[in-house]
Nanobody, 122 residues
């Protein structure tokens, strides 16, 4: 079974930094697009950043210039470096990946991690 596990969340003061990691494990043949999403209390889940298998990136306007997404294809791991954090960045952060594995050999299926809490105090 394919599994995504996030780590690196926590409590930080405004202006601080955190680095999130998302590790994919299981019977994986290949990973297509990976991304970070977040959901604040009472709000819908929103896209934070995406990265293709080739390294092309896309960011939400609210995080451009402050967050950086990257991935290590050899380790099936994705990262989100978050700098200049603001209280409005407080949310549960989820990783998502399109994965082709032993249970879906010819189609990329979406998988989600369990989420990691990021809290930014003012």
């Amino acid at each position: 079974q394919v599994q995504l596990v996030e780590s690196g969340g926590g409590l930080v003061q405004a202006g601080g930094s955190l680095r999130l990691s998302c590790a994919a494990s299981g019977s994986i043949f290949s990973i297509n697009v990976m991304g970070w999403y977040r959901q604040a209390p009472g709000k819908q889940r929103e896209l934070v950043a995406l990265i293709s298998s080739g390294g092309a990136t896309n960011y939400a306007d609210s995080v451009k210039g402050r967050f950086a997404i990257s991935r290590d294809n050899a380790k099936n791991t994705m990262y989100l470096q978050m700098d200049s954090l603001k209280p409005e960045d407080t949310a549960v952060y989820y990783c998502n990946a399109e994965i082709r594995g032993s249970t879906s050999m010819y189609t990329f299926l979406p998988y989600w991690g369990q989420g990691t809490q990021v809290t930014v105090s003012s």
